[in-house]
């Protein structure tokens, strides 16, 4: 479906050639850290507007790869792909974290999106009002990666207040919740490009409190995290 009007990137600031394929972490930090691990050294840095971090390099099959964070929620990360879209990608992969939904989830777990709850204001906005799917091949080579194939839910709120939301989300199948899939595959059904997305599991909700990985767990996950994503988008 066609946009009403164009899209100028008017807070991306490229400084470097953007790929054709992009991974999406939220957490600009991250960015670098999966551009370090995956990119040649060094990584050419593609934009700093608004700390809104983004590399650029050759990947180890030989073919530019851009890592582009989009910040925290659908607002900010709705802005970014349409960018991100407008300058030329046409494969994208999030890759972020996620709470459990499922207390039988192990923290680390790899979760592959393969039905995505649009639970969230900026997906609603855009015209999803039913759960929304990744690109096929791309959630298949995530599975083949390790991740596992499961419903996410996506919600604008982290600390959500609302008690029955959770409980809602995982009658309907939802074993996860994060706050940025939604809006991606949403983005790219109407520009006609490729998405998909996979997460790790920084937390789990117990009968004793929420239980959630330490920093140097966290990165070590975004890094793992990257690498699945990258093996969605990989050459043959």
């Not at 470097?16 to 600009?28: I, K, Q």
Request: hydrophobic share 45%.
């Amino acid at each position: 479906m066609a946009l009403d009007h164009p899209v100028r990137p008017t807070h991306l600031r490229p400084t470097a050639e953007l790929a054709e394929r992009v991974l999406l972490p939220g957490d600009p930090g991250r960015a670098l850290a999966v551009a370090q691990a995956l990119l040649e050294k060094p990584p050419r840095m593609f934009n700093h507007a608004r700390g809104l971090w983004g590399y650029t390099g050759a990947a180890d099959d030989g073919a530019p790869l851009t890592v582009q964070a989009t910040g925290m929620g659908g607002p900010s990360a709705a802005i970014v792909c349409e960018e991100l879209i407008a300058l030329g990608a046409r494969r994208l992969v999030r890759i972020g974290t996620c709470g459990a939904l499922d207390s039988q989830l192990e923290l680390g777990t790899l979760i592959a999106a393969e039905r995505v709850l649009p639970e969230d204001g900026t997906s609603a906005a855009l015209g999803a009002s039913a759960p929304l799917a990744p690109d096929a091949d791309m959630l298949a080579r995530l599975v083949d990666a390790g991740a596992r194939a499961a419903t996410v839910a996506s919600s604008d709120l982290f600390y959500d207040p609302r008690a029955d939301a959770a409980e809602g989300w995982a009658a309907r199948g939802a074993r996860v919740v994060e706050m940025e899939a939604a809006t991606l595959l949403q983005v790219a059904e109407r520009r006609g490009v490729a998405a998909a997305c996979v997460l790790g599991v920084s937390d789990v909700a117990s009968a004793n409190g929420s239980r959630r990985l330490g920093e140097d767990e966290l990165e070590e996950l975004g890094v793992r995290v990257g690498a699945a994503g990258y093996a969605a988008l990989r050459s043959p």
